[in-house]
């Protein structure tokens, strides 16, 4: 998956590797081709600086250039205007110019997507899709950023002395150099004032649409570990929307109670990946902190059980899905003169992707072929495991993504159950009449039943929380960092700062057409046929 660190690597290597080809042969025609290819870096590094290039929609002032910015951009823009120069003393550029302008191509294409990445995260109206867009407004952000076009800027400048190098008009080769000083001096001056940045950021992540990916048995074990990570991304974008009512189908009562279970047993078999590490590991702090983990991993499993215990007392009645023999509300209704938007038939994606994730995790566990409609087996040796995930160290870390994404998605299942008010309806035993009709009219859940439900999400929140922080240190114990901790804390702590403010108004999803995917069986209720109300 990709991460701004990664996209910012690739993006120093092609430039390294280009200032590395042979050119002595090159006509004025190709270097200028080269110059020209070198300035669209520059091009789109200069994009990526200034205010609003990135930050969401704030409720202060926007933020203004940063000297470290100020100065990057100006000696940028100086080295273009060399560049310029040098390109009308040679022949007009050609097309390719060879290995290394297909080497800086992709430099540029790379910048290009550290803006489409950190972008993911906003909506068209710059209003943030995940947590970790409120991250973008910090200092250490700006900073990470100037300092890592920085060193773009100095891999460009190694370019630009490449191309100059045996270059036959003497006006060109000034400017050449002209150029590569400005580069040179962009590099210099602006990583030395962004020396602090938090190494943290080089994990900042491309945010994945809300669309399940299903396990399939074709899949590689080798794979699971990274599409685990991307099922949590995914499921983190998923809370963030149901926490500030944005996603296009509502996340409901029906699908929270299985969310909450498909949770409970990834919970579980993550568990015993954890143990059966434990087991395999000389007897030391690993193996200690493993069993540490294997043990939190339960506690959470039983945490996210309950909650699915509370549900079989509660009924979400507006969920076409739950008791089928009431008549089913019509999706679209009016409430003080606006459309409403009511659950869809189909499962909510997180619901599907929760799902997938306990697929992918028993894959891990008992091979490629498993399924949650198989019984346990007799599992894979904790060997291939580990040769799977590329070890201890980074087991624990793709393990950690796990309880990261489910502390956020606990933490919006409150806000979820208040905003299907009415709908909830008791089924408590000795609670529920016969007619479900009047049930529905007349008894409504008791306020007690509503505290319970939230109460329980309240209980997975702190298991989860544990859960994440003995993974983390079996990582830790194992020599791995996990940098991502720290952008997941801080998207965390946004978070909890709001889980005291509800929204004064329902912010009104695009009305298109949700795209739907493969939806395993056992996650569908077959309706019964009647009309709709």
Known sequence: MTTLGELFDAAITQLQDAAREPMPAAGPGERAALAGHVDTVLQQIRRGLGPGAYTPVATTEERFLTS?????????????????????????????????????????????????????????????????AYLLRHQSAFDYLS???????????????RIAQNSEHPGAAE??????????????????????????????????????????????????????????????RAAYAALHDRDEQRLSGSDLKQLSHWTSMARLLAGRIALKTAEELPAGDVAGAFKDAAGALRESSHAWQDAVGKWLVVVDTSDPREHP????????????????????????????????????????????????????GPGRSAADILADAGGPGPLAASLYRLPSA?????????????????????????????DWKKAFRFYPVHRREVEALTAAYSAVMAAEQRTAGTLLAA?????????????DASAHQAIAAEQRWAPSHQVQAPQRPVPRASVPQDLMTVRRPGPRR
């Open 68 to 132: 470290a910015e100020k100065d990057l951009a100006g000696w940028l823009t100086q080295a273009s205007t060399w560049l310029g120069r040098a390109q009308g003393y040679l022949a007009p550029g050609v097309d390719g110019a060879g290995r290394a302008g297909a080497r800086i191509k992709g430099a540029a294409q790379a910048i290009g997507t550290v803006r489409d990445t950190i972008s993911s995260h906003l909506g068209p109206d710059r209003a943030p899709l995940t947590p970790y």
């Open 147 to 161: 300092g890592r076009y920085a060193e773009v800027t100095r891999a460009a400048g190694q370019v630009v002395h």
């Open 175 to 236: 400017a050449f150099e002209a150029a590569r000083v400005s580069l040179d001096k962009a590099s210099v001056l602006t990583r030395a004032a962004t020396r602090e940045a938090g190494a943290h950021w080089a994990a900042f992540p491309l945010a994945l649409p809300v669309l399940p990916v299903q396990a399939t048995p074709s899949d590689p074990t080798s794979a699971v570990t990274t599409r685990l990570a991307e099922d949590s991304e995914r499921l983190s």
């Open 325 to 376: 023999a009431l008549a089913p509300p019509s999706y679209e209704v009016v409430r003080h003169g606006r459309v409403a938007r009511m659950p869809s038939p189909d499962p909510h994606p997180a619901t599907v992707i929760s799902r997938t994730s306990a697929t992918r995790l028993g894959q891990l566990l008992f091979g490629a072929e498993w399924t949650p409609d198989h019984g346990p």
């Open 406 to 434: 489910g502390w956020q998605m606990s933490a919006a299942a409150p806000w979820t159950i208040k905003r299907a008010g009415a709908t909830l309806v008791s089924n408590a035993p000795g609670h529920r009449p016969p």
């Open 475 to 487: 990582a830790r114990r194992a020599g791995t960092t996990v940098p991502r901790a720290v952008l």
